[in-house]
Nanobody
């Protein structure tokens, strides 16, 4: 099992940038695909981005493609989400998650471990 702790959320103006981080512990992190999800008030949690165990494969939702970049550092057991050109619609709690497998995936049911979330608020 992988334990996850997100950090780096905050308040930013529209058009600005923010990087959220996810610190992992557990022996299986380096072989697990990772993902970022988000949940806005009154909405269901949605997939944002995923990365394979090696970092060579990434996947983005259409709503963030071209603006967000996911990366990982297996030596440090960290996953990052760089968010640029932020919009008010990006306001949500952002969750880091670890998959049961190593291939990149967007299916929420594939993820076994979740962090507690970090709030990102984008003002207009």
């Amino acid at each position: 099992q992988v334990q996850l702790v997100e950090s780096g959320g905050g308040l930013v103006q529209a058009g600005g940038s923010l990087r959220v981080s996810c610190a992992a512990s557990g022996r299986t992190f380096s072989v697990s695909a990772m993902g970022w999800f988000r949940q806005a008030p009154g909405k269901e949690r949605e997939f944002v981005s995923g990365i394979s165990w090696s970092g060579r494969s990434t996947y983005y939702s259409d709503s963030v493609k071209g603006r967000f970049t996911i990366s990982r550092d297996n030596a440090k057991k960290m996953v990052y989400l760089q968010m640029n050109s932020l919009k008010p619609d990006d306001t949500a709690v952002y969750y880091c998650a670890a998959s049961r497998g190593g291939a990149v995936t967007s299916r929420e049911s594939d993820f076994a471990s979740w962090g507690q979330g970090t709030q990102v608020t984008v003002s207009s």
